[in-house]
C-alpha cells in the first residue's frame, strides 16, 4: 500500500486585468451602484479608491465614513444700525443744544430760555428766570456750564444753580466753546467774540460783521469760528484771522478729531473738511441745511439738520441715516458710539442706544 499522498494544490492567484480591463472595470464601479463596484473590484481595490475619490463614498461594505457634502460658508449678515429711539423732552418749545459731562448728566437748552437735565432716566426743567433762547451749551465739568442765547443772554451753572452773567452786549450769541474754567469763547452776530477769563467776559475783535454760527477747537491756541458766506476765522493765540472755505454757503456746524481734521456744515448740505492746511468740499448726497456735527473718531461722526436728515461719516463716505421725525435737527452729542442724543424742533429728542 503505498502511503505517499501528493501535496494539496495551491489556490492560484488570479492574473491581474489587463490594463484595458482594468480601466474598464474602474470606469463600471466608479459609476454604478456600491453593490457593482463590490462584485467587479477586489476587496483590496476598494478601501484605496475611495480615499482617492475614484468610487463614491457611499459605496456599501467600506468601513470609511460617509464624506460630508461641502456646503457653501454663510453669508455675512450686515450689522444692523441701532435706531434712533424719541425720548419725552416735556416741552414743545425748540431746542438748539445738547452738552453733557457724562451719561447721566446732559443738557439741552432753547427757546424760551428753555433748560433741561438728563439724569439718566427722565429730562426734567430747570428754572433759569430767563426769558430769551437760548442757542448753545458748553462746559468743563457738573458744576461749570455755559449758556448763551439771544439779546447777549450769557447764563452759568454751579452745580446748584443757573444764575446770568453780566456782559455789556445786546446781540445773539450763538455759540461757545473753551479749554478750561478760565478760557471759554462765545460768538454770534455782527461778528462779536467775548472771551471769558475766570472773572469777566471781555469783547475781543474780530475783522468781520458775519454771524458766527459755530465754534471749535483743539487748544487755547488753535480755536475755529464759522458763519454766513462761508465764513471761516482761526484764532492762533493773539487774533482771529480769516481763513479761505472755498464755499459761500453759511456755516452752521464744527467739529473735529485733530487739528488736522475738522469738519465744518451748513446749508445745501455742505460739509468741508480741513486737513491742516486747506478746506476740502466733500459730497453729502443731500441738500438739506446741516445743524450740527458730533463723533467719536475720525471714522464715527454724525451730522444732523432740516427734516430729520442725519448722516454719518465711516471715514470714506457720508450716509444718510433714517431718524424717524421730521422735524429740524439742531443739536448732537454723546458719550460714546452707542450712546448719541439730537435735539431739535417742537422739543424733540433723539437717543441712538443699541
Request: net charge negative.
Given at each position: ?241 480769516p481763513r479761505p472755505s472755498s464755499t459761500q454757503e453759511t456755516l ?103
Amino acid at each position: 500500500m503505498n502511503d505517499h499522498h501528493d501535496p494539496p494544490a495551491s489556490e492560484e492567484t488570479p492574473a491581474p486585468p489587463s490594463p484595458a480591463r482594468r480601466r474598464l472595470l474602474l470606469m463600471l464601479a466608479a459609476t454604478g451602484s456600491a453593490a457593482a463596484a463590490e462584485l467587479l473590484l477586489p476587496a483590496e481595490w476598494m478601501a484605496p479608491l475611495l480615499r482617492i475619490g475614484v468610487l463614491p463614498v457611499h459605496a456599501q461594505g467600506s468601513d470609511l465614513p460617509p464624506t460630508e457634502t461641502p456646503t457653501a460658508p454663510p453669508t455675512a449678515t450686515p450689522t444692523p444700525i441701532p435706531p434712533w429711539i424719541p425720548q419725552n423732552s416735556g416741552t414743545s418749545a425748540a431746542l438748539h443744544s445738547l452738552w453733557g459731562t457724562e451719561a447721566n448728566n446732559i443738557w439741552a437748552v432753547g427757546d424760551a430760555g428753555t433748560t433741561l437735565q438728563w439724569n439718566g432716566t427722565d429730562w426734567s426743567p430747570q428754572p433759569n428766570n430767563i426769558a430769551a433762547a437760548l442757542h448753545s451749551l458748553w462746559g468743563t465739568d457738573t458744576n461749570n456750564i455755559w449758556a448763551v442765547g439771544d439779546t447777549g443772554a450769557t447764563l452759568q451753572w454751579n452745580g446748584t444753580d443757573w444764575s446770568p452773567q453780566p456782559n455789556n452786549i445786546s446781540e445773539t450769541l450763538h455759540a461757545l466753546w473753551g479749554t478750561e474754567v478760565n478760557n471759554v469763547w462765545a460768538t454770534g452776530t455782527n461778528g462779536i467774540f467775548l472771551q471769558w477769563d475766570g472773572t469777566a467776559w471781555t469783547p475781543r475783535s474780530s475783522s468781520t460783521q458775519e454771524t458766527l454760527h459755530a465754534l471749535w477747537g483743539t487748544e487755547a491756541n488753535n480755536v475755529w469760528a464759522a458763519g454766513t458766506n462761508g465764513t471761516l476765522l482761526q484764532w492762533n493765540g493773539t487774533d482771529w484771522s480769516p481763513r479761505p472755505s472755498s464755499t459761500q454757503e453759511t456755516l452752521h456746524a464744527l467739529w473735529g478729531t485733530g487739528a488736522n481734521n475738522i469738519w465744518a456744515a451748513g446749508t445745501n448740505g455742505t460739509l468741508l473738511q480741513w486737513d491742516g492746511t486747506a478746506w476740502t468740499p466733500r459730497p453729502s448726497s443731500t441738500q438739506e441745511t446741516l445743524h450740527a456735527l458730533w463723533g467719536t473718531e475720525a471714522n464715527n461722526i454724525w451730522a444732523a439738520g432740516t427734516n430729520g436728515t442725519l448722516l454719518q461719516w465711516d471715514g470714506i463716505a457720508w450716509s444718510s441715516r433714517p431718524s424717524g421725525t421730521q422735524e429740524t435737527l439742531h443739536a448732537l452729542w454723546g458719550t460714546d458710539t452707542n450712546n448719541v442724543w439730537a435735539a431739535g424742533a417742537n422739543g424733540t429728542l433723539l437717543r441712538r442706544a443699541p
